[in-house]
Antibody, heavy 122, light 108 residues
Framework: QLQLQESGPRLVKPPETLSVTCTVS??????????WTWVRRPPGKRLQWIGI???????YYNPSLESRLVMSVDTSKSQFSLNLNSLTAADTGIYYC??????????????WGQGTLVTVSS | EVVLTQSPGTLSLSPGERATLSCRAS???????LAWYQQKPGQAPRLLIY???SRATGIPDSFSGRGSGTDFTLTISRLEPEDFAIYYC?????????FGQGTKLEMK
């Protein structure tokens, strides 16, 4: 059964960089049918899609975060990661990694990790 | 970006009743690429419906989705105790993908 596990710091100081990694098990990160994505939920706000990457490293980012965001993939470790710089308190929230299955012209999120809470505070 | 508005914010019903949840988009959702997810406290979201009306693998037929364009509905025909949760709609027809604010389905 597919499992996605986020790992990273729980507390980060502004304006440092957040690095969160998702480890994929029970399935191949290198399948051409899937993309790998990040979603977050700031407290009291709706879910926000962050960006998406495939096993070759092709990426699409949310324009609202693009200037601060880098996503990467390491197929040898079955992991993908996000790095978000210039953090502010507005970046506090639960960060979810997820799998997205490719559909015609898009991708559908079909499997989610449990999420990891990240707090940005000095 | 496409803004999704879910209603009601909270729905109070009893087991055995029928639940109808709404999701309205600020513009037409391309290809009716509208999904519904269920989330319980401390758990990951679970995909219920995709393409507005297709049930995901393992989802009981008590869950159904319908709609097109800008108006979509999730219906749970007969509520079971385990169905009480928060439900989110999401559009994946245009980037950036966006989510509704959620409907909390609570037990009366």
């Amino acid at each position: 059964q597919l499992q996605l596990q986020e790992s990273g710091p729980r507390l980060v100081k502004p304006p440092e960089t957040l690095s969160v990694t998702c480890t994929v098990s029970g399935g191949s990160i290198s399948s051409g049918n899937y993309w790998w994505t990040w979603v977050r939920r700031p407290p009291g706000k709706r879910l926000q899609w962050i960006g998406i990457i495939n096993y070759r490293g092709a990426t699409y980012y949310n324009p609202s975060l693009e200037s601060r965001l880098v996503m990467s993939v390491d197929t040898s470790k079955s992991q993908f990661s996000l790095n978000l710089n210039s953090l502010t308190a507005a970046d506090t929230g639960i960060y979810y990694c997820a799998r997205a299955v490719q559909v015609t012209g898009s991708s559908l999120i079909d499997y989610w990790g449990q999420g990891t809470l990240v707090t940005v505070s000095s | 970006e496409v803004v999704l508005t879910q209603s009601p914010g909270t729905l109070s019903l009893s087991p055995g009743e029928r639940a109808t949840l709404s999701c309205r988009a600020s513009q037409s959702v391309n290809n009716n690429y509208l999904a519904w997810y269920q989330q319980k406290p401390g758990q990951a979201p679970r995909l219920l419906i995709y393409g507005a009306s297709s049930r995901a693998t393992g989802i009981p037929d008590s869950f159904s989705g319908r709609g097109s364009g800008t108006d979509f509905t999730l219906t749970i025909s007969r509520l079971e105790p385990e169905d009480f949760a928060i439900y989110y709609c999401q559009q994946y027809g245009a980037s950036p993908y966006t989510f509704g604010q959620g409907t909390k389905l609570e037990m009366k």
